[in-house]
């Protein structure tokens, strides 16, 4: 007499859970949607930086003129010294905030929840508003600066390039910290207890057990952070705007403004086009020798494809 293997669900093994990717039309839609929207315009500005054009009438073919006016353009050139000083400040000021004020955030304080919606606060704001906002707080003539002439001086931070390109970075690590934060707080979280539990053990305290377990499961992290923090100031154009308008002179002319001042003040769209691809051409460049560099390319999932 032989008996039957009971009927019951079986566990599926290793092999059955194992998926396939996804097909190329599942792309499909994202791939429309980023050609139509990225790549088309960027081709269109590509070739009206060969071309002379005031915004009205027919783009006329002015072939490499744009582009040998920027190479002799000394505002041009500091412009683009201007948004990498202000870009690697950015770097250097809102990263370490931003992991420290994320880390913090991810921990169990009572009033861990209540601080942390205020602190994104800022988050919340639009750059124009945010830039309108501290505009009239630093008002030389009504703001604090002016009622505090003992710490600010004559109260005008906008009067020289060293202010107002403090003022600048000020105001960008108010409002962008708490994006950055938020980023470093989702990977503290995701750091696995039994770290800092064998940590413990082992007597190390909070400092320790910080740049011993913390920071290092941050790298990749901080890796993300710094690129959308480069990308971000490289193409930074609406608090210059508002802030100091590019000023006193053209002590604070960043590249971003600098392209808006041709095609919409000079009405130069060839040659804010031009501007326009080297933006593009240096944000690309960067990141990618910051991806190489720091090995993030290499990155793989245990879970890819489950």
């Known amino acids: 007499m032989t008996t039957r293997a009971p009927q019951g669900r079986t566990r599926p093994g290793a092999a059955d859970l194992q998926v396939g990717r996804p097909g190329v039309v599942w792309a499909l839609p994202a791939a429309l949607f980023f050609g139509l929207f990225a790549l088309l315009p960027m081709v269109l500005v590509l070739v ?109 931070l906008f009067g020289n390039q060293s202010t107002a390109i403090a003022v600048l970075v000020f105001v960008s690590l108010w409002q962008f910290t708490p994006l950055h934060a938020l980023i470093y707080q989702g990977a503290a979280k995701a750091v696995p207890p039994m770290l800092y539990e064998a940590a413990e053990i082992d007597g190390a305290g909070r400092v320790r057990s910080f740049f011993a377990i913390t920071f290092p499961q941050l790298r990749n992290t901080m890796i993300t952070s710094v690129i959308l923090m480069v990308v971000g100031g490289l193409t930074t154009f609406d608090t210059v705007l508002i802030l100091t308008n590019g000023g006193p002179g053209t002590d604070t002319t960043i590249t971003a403004f600098y392209m808006y001042q041709k095609a919409f003040r000079g009405f130069d769209f060839g040659l804010a086009s031009a501007i326009a691809v080297v933006l593009v ?25 489950v």
């Open 48 to 156: 009206l930086s060969f071309t002379q054009w005031s915004g009205l009438g027919s783009p006329e073919f002015v072939g490499t003129e744009n582009w040998s006016r920027l190479l002799d353009d000394p505002v041009m050139l500091k412009s683009i010294g201007l948004s990498l000083v202000l870009t690697a400040l950015g770097v250097v000021t809102q990263t370490p905030v931003a992991m420290l004020l994320g880390v913090w955030a991810a921990g169990h304080q009572w009033n861990r929840a209540v601080l942390s919606a205020i602190f994104f606060v800022p988050l919340l704001l639009s750059a124009a508003a945010v830039s309108v906002l501290w505009r009239a707080v630093l008002d030389p003539n009504f703001g604090v600066p002016a009622q505090m002439e003992w710490l600010f001086g004559d109260g005008n």
């Open 281 to 305: 051409v240096a944000a690309t460049a960067i990141s990618l020798v910051m991806v190489r560099l720091s090995g993030y390319d290499k990155m793989r999932s245990e879970l890819e494809g």
